[in-house]
Structures are given as structure tokens and as C-alpha cells.
T-cell receptor, first 116, second 111 residues
Framework: KAGVTQTPRYLIKTRGQQVTLSCSPI?????VSWYQQTPGQGLQFLFE???????NKGNFPGRFSGRQFSNSRSEMNVSTLELGDSALYLC???????????????FGPGTRLTVT | QKEVEQDPGPLSVPEGAIVSLNCTYS??????FMWYRQYSRKGPELLMY????GNKEDGRFTAQVDKSSKYISLFIRDSQPSDSATYLC???????????FGSGTKLNVKP
């Protein structure tokens, strides 16, 4: 069974540009979560999607947005990039929503975004 | 104050040593506690999961949760160089769908 895939793996952008990252969850998984990982802040939750609907959102500005398609693939978009957006962006998929009993999140390898 | 605090290390130990990794947290509503291992240039992988207080053992790994102290630990026995990685703790509550992660502790096991 293929794991979570993320594209691209590496990206370099300049301030002010926008970027779109893609995540394909494990086959059959319908919940996709996005995280930002930086050395200073660690892993921070961005948002979670289930059945094309955003169910939860972290404390990030509106420049960060996402969506999920009917095949469960998800994209996240960052507009007006800032230097502080440089990070590893991780996508995680779950077989069922992250409700009270679910704990299994399978992470992809991440997209390393560098903003110059 | 962060919801979850974790010493970033790095922690360097000789092969065969017992390793103790810890996290503290502030939210008493957290009920689910997890440990992830992250190798360089890879995404985190789930190692251990515990619910509420208590211990859980899996091979060389033991996870402990002390809810009264808001403190969780991961012990690695007979550490191996292949255990060298960053270890992340994570937690969430019954009514939350969001995971809260520690910043990770970098472990180096020297042969």
C-alpha cells in the first residue's frame, strides 16, 4: 500500500509570491491534516479536511488556506509569502476522522519550502 | 506558554544506554498521548500511543503518562545507533481533533 505522497519535495520562492502544495493520502483515507514544522516552533497544526470540508483550523493567518478534492487529495496554498513561512510542510492522513478514538496519523515526507 | 514543552536536546548517549525522553504539558484536558520518531528528511512515524495515565511497553520502548504531574516519558532500553532520530511527543483531548506536538528531542546514539 502506497504511503502519503507530497509534491513537490522542495520549493524555493521569493517574498510576496504564492505557493501551492499537494498531498495524496493513503488509499482509502479520507482525513487529511496539514502541519508546519520549524526548528523554533516545532510541529504546528494548520488545518484538517474530511470529505472535502475543513473540520478544524489552527492559529494561522488567512494567507494559509487549503482544500480537499473528492478523491481525498488535498492542496494547501500560502499567499503573499513571508520569510517566516520557510518551513517543512507535512501532510498526514487518517483512515477515519481524528475523533475521540482515532489516533493513527500517517505522515508524508513533507515539502521543504524556502522563502528568500 | 506553549501547550507542550519538550527539551530539544541534542541528547547523546553510548550504544546500549537507557534513554529517557520527556514532555510536560499544561492542558489538563489532554487524554491521548503519542510519541513519534522522525528521521532526517522523513515525516514523523508513530511509535507509541497511550490513553490517559499509565504505562505501555512495546519491545525496547516504554511510554509513561503521569496526568497528575502533566508529564509524559518515553524510555528506550538497549539503545541502538538506528534509534538516532528526533523524537516528538504529541497529545490531544477527548473533544479536540487537533494534535499538539512538542518541538522534538534530537537523540544521537553513538556506536
Amino acid at each position: 500500500k502506497a504511503g502519503v505522497t507530497q509534491t513537490p519535495r522542495y520549493l524555493i520562492k521569493t517574498r510576496g509570491q504564492q505557493v501551492t502544495l499537494s498531498c495524496s493520502p493513503i488509499s482509502g483515507h479520507r482525513s487529511v491534516s496539514w502541519y508546519q514544522q520549524t526548528p523554533g516552533q516545532g510541529l504546528q497544526f494548520l488545518f484538517e479536511y474530511f470529505s472535502e470540508t475543513q473540520r478544524n483550523k489552527g492559529n494561522f493567518p488567512g494567507r494559509f488556506s487549503g482544500r480537499q478534492f473528492s478523491n481525498s487529495r488535498s492542496e494547501m496554498n500560502v499567499s503573499t509569502l513571508e520569510l517566516g513561512d520557510s518551513a517543512l510542510y507535512l501532510c498526514a492522513s487518517s483512515s477515519i476522522p481524528t475523533d475521540m478514538s482515532s489516533y493513527e496519523q500517517y505522515f508524508g515526507p513533507g515539502t521543504r519550502l524556502t522563502v528568500t | 506558554q506553549k501547550e507542550v514543552e519538550q527539551d530539544p536536546g541534542p541528547l547523546s548517549v553510548p550504544e546500549g544506554a537507557i534513554v529517557s525522553l520527556n514532555c510536560t504539558y499544561s492542558n489538563s484536558a489532554f487524554q491521548y498521548f503519542m510519541w513519534y520518531r522522525q528521521y532526517s528528511r522523513k515525516g514523523p512515524e508513530l511509535l507509541m500511543y497511550t490513553y490517559s495515565s499509565g504505562n505501555k511497553e512495546d519491545g525496547r520502548f516504554t511510554a509513561q503518562v503521569d496526568k497528575s504531574s502533566k508529564y509524559i516519558s518515553l524510555f528506550i532500553r538497549d539503545s541502538q545507533p538506528s534509534d538516532s532520530a528526533t523524537y516528538l511527543c504529541a497529545m490531544r483531548g477527548d473533544n479536540f481533533n487537533k494534535f499538539y506536538f512538542g518541538s522534538g528531542t534530537k537523540l544521537n546514539v553513538k556506536p
